[in-house]
């Protein structure tokens, strides 16, 4: 099953607990491959050199960095920060050059910080009141689902550049697998036997916790990634490998961790 939000601009209307506290990782921002991999093959010191090195440069945009545009032109148009965005980095404070002036450069507004040397951040998501973690690191995204945290691993998209820059008037576009994702992964299981009963029950359900669905998908098990670019989703959460694999080839795509890695 596949449901899709449209705006969350919409769902400030219902006046829950605002802001939505995201956290993204650098990671999950920017384009940090290679960077990445020196860390992997030498080591941190070697890491740290290479940062300090080329804190001049300007990174690349990664998996994460449409939706972080995009959340602060929602932000700007309604003038309050309807979603906080937290950066939580392994870098370490004196390597944060390079993040921090990339981010001043392409106008994107972070206030709030964590670089943590090399350590994983997930012990620190409580102390932001995170509701959503969204990071490169499977593990991570794991750690932080087993503290009840919602969180998905970014991959890098295999569309690259291909991501257009979002333009300022284009609503906020998240797409989400039911099943699983937005339910329980009991919900699986009713849907296979229940079918159109089934998704009546979940446009119940989104009813009954006050939230506005745009349009919803029911793909009976079919391949469903065809549709994202038709409907310009932003990104797309799901929990099944095959389905972020097939995702990544057309748009921005985070697979969420079972509870307790289950």
């Known amino acids: 099953m596949y449901y899709k939000v449209v705006s969350i601009a919409k769902l400030s209307l219902f006046e ?105 951040v997930v012990p620190f998501l409580s102390d932001f009141d995170v509701d959503l973690f969204l990071t490169a690191d499977p593990l991570d995204a794991q750690a932080a689902m087993n503290q009840n945290i919602a969180s998905a691993s970014l991959f890098y998209s295999r569309i690259g550049s291909k991501i257009s820059e979002p333009k300022e008037n284009e609503p906020l576009m998240i797409a989400f697998d039911g099943d699983a994702v937005i339910f329980s992964d009991e919900s699986e299981k009713v849907y296979q036997e229940s079918g159109l009963d089934a998704f009546l029950r979940a446009m119940y359900t989104f009813s009954e916790w006050g939230l506005f669905v745009n349009r919803a998908f029911s793909m ?40 307790l890695g289950l």
């Open 220 to 259: 009976g098990g079919k391949d469903k990634t065809g549709i994202l670019p038709k409907i310009s989703a932003d990104i797309f959460f799901d929990d099944h490998s095959k389905h972020v694999d097939r995702a990544q080839n057309h748009i921005p795509t985070g697979k969420v961790p079972s509870r």
């Open 16 to 120: 829950v607990n605002l802001p939505l506290t995201i956290a993204l990782s650098s990671r999950a921002i920017f384009d940090l491959r290679l960077e990445h991999a020196v860390f992997k093959r030498l080591g941190l010191k070697a890491y740290d050199n290479y940062q300090n090195s080329h804190r001049k440069e300007m990174l690349k945009p990664g998996t994460g960095y449409s939706l972080l545009r995009k959340i602060n032109f929602l932000n700007n148009k309604v003038g309050r920060k309807v979603i906080d965005v937290v950066l939580m980095s392994k870098n370490s404070a004196s390597t944060s050059f390079r993040v921090i002036n990339t981010l001043k450069a392409s106008g994107l507004k972070i206030d709030r910080f964590v670089f943590n040397d090399g350590f994983s």
